[in-house]
């Protein structure tokens, strides 16, 4: 049995793990790594339990099991009891998950070929997480070899031929050490801290991506001209031409902001032009972007003075279901700091909003500002991420890359530098400069068929003259570029950004369409973090439109303050705010010990209900049934004790040794047990009456021999 154990344990272990860590980023739980794969590791132990136990074990492994949760429930207070059933509905997931893997094994003893399947389509799934530069856990990465490995070994025991003892489980057991010691060593080697890029890879795979959209889009009756692009998002960073195409909605989106409220959703950034394109060689994903998050609440938390956080900076809260959109890209908000996997198409993000109308903030936007050591803390501590994830070293480090990125040398002609000069006189800080430009690019013409890029421009400098002094007409890609080459000129870091921005509708729902793709260029303000501009003509929002009221501004009109989404009446925002000390619970002895005792109560029950069934089971047996019954139970006993019987021993022989160690007469039960066994003589009722007394004397015999066995030499009597 404990082969089997062990067989099991060695398969099923790491084959639950790597499913449950994989299914983990789209539970849309909180619970951290550790937590998550103890409770995995927990569950296939219990149910490893439940298939090799006997059923009087098994029943009084459910009893405590029942036991426990209804303890844990009745724990919590009657209005608090289904928070802490939904708070943790992701154990049960867990559960299914893992008694999934255990049926999966089962299988795999009969089909031996399905456990390497299983392998090869994990190392797959390993292959196209890497692909895509998502990170990984490293305990994930361990269950999936560890599984590989052993399901290898078994495979490799079970189709070799072997002399002796042929058992594949206990080979695969035995040699179990040496591969668990290999894998040790391998998961104590340090690995990189970023991803391996791909970049070859992704490129292939992003031709292939590409001409699978026009090909699909071809046939949705959506026509491309080739002399003008489609509306909608694209991870091309190239744009000119006449937009043309249908109308399709992209996304779903249901949000905590305001009715009438704009909201930007960015898929990619760009860093570099040559005059006719974008190129992207940075990374701007979750972590990236937190970064950003964080400077900016450090900021604000460090200016805000008396004022309640919630009048300068919220959090909110959006979930976004993918619905006709060609490309499985994450659509994040500015400002995120979270992100759930809720299904493959829906995910969750929370983000933070600046109050851009209030006069601190465009106090602190004017002046800049500069984060130290302290206000990070204080800001992980807010935003409730871990300062491990985030050190202050690396955001230093992120800063010093960010103007790596996004401040090339740019230059422009003398005659569009005389041009900006003036435009910009009197502005004295990055900030009134960025207000300029998109003041200055708004002036000009908004048209969907500004015509093709002349081939001649083939630098930003080529650009800005065209745009400034020839077309002055376009759509969001031609003004966002041209902000962003100015920007660069005044020595301020900028960058492309291609996504989505549309409004929040009364219902705080909204269908986001592919004429929603828009093209924005984002600017950083030192110390506080990136900002979202809009100099496109015609399109709201931007650099000072973004705002709400204030409660003090809310009273002076009269009127009475309703905390948005996201705040307490207090006008507090709960999710900036340090959480208060819990009250101390109450502790009532009942609720633990009512369940404990009725748990108790009701295995007793169930015990003695299942000594009755089997009482009255046996006495319906012939005495010759009863008698083979109770010689096992005494060949168990004196296995348990140390006195069994060895493989290639006869009964005969078996008496014999056991008789130099215990009184004789205490194993007659051997003789009828080889009757049994080896004759079909009849069984009599006074020799089954003689096999029911057995075990007492046997019992004693056996006590008896074990301290004689116990006893140091020379002292037995």
């Given at each position: 049995?404990m082969?089997s154990?062990c ?6 272990l790491?084959?639950?793990a ?11 739980s909180s619970a951290?790594t ?7 590791l ?9 298939k ?5 074990e ?8 029942a036991?426990l949760?209804i ?13 802490f ?9 867990i ?6 893997c ?10 031996i ?11 797959l ?11 990984v856990d490293?305990a ?7 599984y590989?490995?052993f399901s290898?070994?078994d495979?490799?025991?079970k189709?070799?031929k072997?002399?002796g003892?042929?058992?594949a489980?206990?080979?695969l057991?035995f040699?179990?050490p040496?591969?668990l ?8 080697i ?13 490129a292939?795979?992003?031709a292939?991506?590409?001409g699978?959209?026009?090909?699909a889009d ?5 026509r491309w001209?080739g002399?003008s ?8 960073g ?5 937009l043309?195409g ?21 898929g990619?950034?760009f860093d ?5 394109r974008?190129?992207?060689?940075v990374?701007?994903d ?5 970064f950003?998050?964080?400077e ?8 805000k003075?008396?004022a309640?956080v919630s ?5 909110v ?6 619905k006709?959109?060609g ?8 400002k ?7 299904s493959s198409?829906?995910?969750k993000t ?5 109050n ?5 903030v465009t ?14 803390n204080?800001a992980?501590?807010e935003?409730?991420v871990k ?10 480090s992120?800063?010093?890359k960010?103007?790596?990125s996004y ?5 422009i ?16 800080t990055d ?5 300029r430009?998109e ?8 048209t969907?068929?500004p015509?093709?890029?002349p081939?001649?421009l ?10 400034l002094?020839e077309?002055r007409?376009g ?7 041209a ?8 020595g ?8 989505y921005?549309t ?15 828009h093209?924005w260029?984002?600017?950083?303000i030192?110390?506080v ?10 399109y ?12 003090e ?5 009269g009127s009475?303050y ?7 009446e ?11 000390e819990?009250?101390?619970?109450v ?10 005792i009725g748990?108790l ?5 169930l ?13 319906k047996?012939?005495a ?18 140390g006195f069994g019987?060895e493989?290639s ?20 039960f051997?003789?009828?047990?080889e009757?049994?066994l080896?004759?079909?003589r009849?069984i009599?009722?006074d ?21 004689r ?7 037995e009597k």
């Open positions: 049995m082969v154990v067989y099991d344990m060695l398969l099923l790491p084959l639950s790597s499913v449950s860590l994989f299914l983990r980023p789209y539970s849309g951290g550790a937590l998550w794969l103890t409770v995995t927990l569950c296939q132990l219990y149910f490893i339990a439940v090799h136990l006997k059923p009087r098994r029943m009084l492994l459910f009893s405590l099991s036991t949760l303890s844990c429930i009745l724990y919590h207070p009657k209005g608090e009891r289904l928070d059933l939904k708070e943790n509905l992701w154990a049960a997931g559960a299914g998950t893992v008694l999934l255990s049926f999966t094994g089962m299988l795999s003893r009969r089909f070929y399905l456990s390497l399947i299983i392998s090869i389509a994990g190392f799934m390993l292959f196209i997480l890497l692909m895509k530069g998502a990170r490293r994930l990465v361990i269950s999936v070899f560890g590989g490995i290898f070994a495979l490799r025991q189709c070799s072997k002399e003892d042929s058992s489980d206990k080979h057991v040699i179990s040496f591969i010691a290999v894998m040790i060593a391998l998961s104590l340090r690995t990189p801290a970023e991803p391996y890029d791909w970049g070859f890879v992704k292939m795979a992003e292939a991506k590409n699978y959209v026009v090909i071809l046939i949705s009756g959506i001209d002399d692009p489609v509306i909608g998002f694209s991870d091309r190239d744009f000119g031409g006449n043309g249908g109308s399709y909605t992209v996304m779903d989106i249901t949000s905590s902001l305001s009715p009438g409220t704009e909201l930007y959703l960015k990619m950034v570099s032009f040559d005059g006719q974008w190129e992207s060689s990374k701007d979750l972590k990236t972007q937190s950003d998050t964080l900016t609440v450090a900021a604000v938390l460090d200016v003075g008396d309640p009048d300068l900076i919220k959090r809260e959006e979930t976004v279901l993918n006709g959109i490309t499985s890209r994450i659509f994040y908000p500015p995120s700091i979270s992100e759930r996997r809720q198409r829906s995910y929370g983000y933070y909003r600046l851009m109308k209030t006069p601190t106090a602190l936007l004017n002046e800049g500002h500069t984060v130290t050591a302290e206000g990070w204080t992980l501590k935003c409730g300062g491990t994830d985030f050190p202050f070293d690396n955001y230093l992120y800063r010093e960010l103007f790596d401040l090339p040398f740019t230059e002609s003398p005659r569009a530098r005389e041009y900006v000069d003036k435009v910009l006189e009197g502005a004295d900030h009134e400069k960025l207000i430009i003041g200055l690019l708004k002036s000009f013409d908004y969907d068929s015509g093709e890029l081939k001649s083939n630098s930003p400098s080529d650009y800005i003259d065209y745009l002094f077309k007409e759509y969001c890609s031609y003004f966002a570029t902000f962003v080459i100015l920007s660069r000129a005044c301020i870091p900028s960058r492309y950004v291609q996504g921005r409004d929040i509708s009364d219902s705080f729902h909204v269908e986001v369409s592919n004429t929603d793709a093209a260029p984002e600017s950083y030192d110390g973090g990136w900002m979202i501009f809009e100099p496109t003509p015609g709201g929002g931007g650099s000072g439109t973004s705002g709400w009221k204030t409660g501004e809310s009273e002076a009109e009475v309703i905390p948005d989404q996201g705040e307490d207090s006008g507090e925002d709960e999710s900036l705010s340090i959480p208060e819990k009250k101390d619970r502790f009532h002895w009942y609720r633990i010990a009512l369940p404990v748990g109560i009701f295995t007793l029950i015990l003695a209900a299942d000594a009755f069934i089997k009482r009255k089971r046996y006495r047996l012939d010759r049934e009863r008698t083979l019954i109770c010689c096992r139970k005494d060949m168990q006993l004196l296995k348990r004790k019987r493989e021993e006869t009964l005969s022989e078996y008496r014999e040794r056991l008789a130099s160690h215990m009184d004789e007469r205490a194993l007659g051997l003789n009828l047990y009757t049994i080896y004759s079909d009849l009599g009722e020799e089954a009456l003689m096999a029911e007394n057995s075990f007492k004397g046997l019992k004693k015999a056996v006590k008896a021999a074990g301290r066995r116990k006893a140091p030499a020379g002292t």
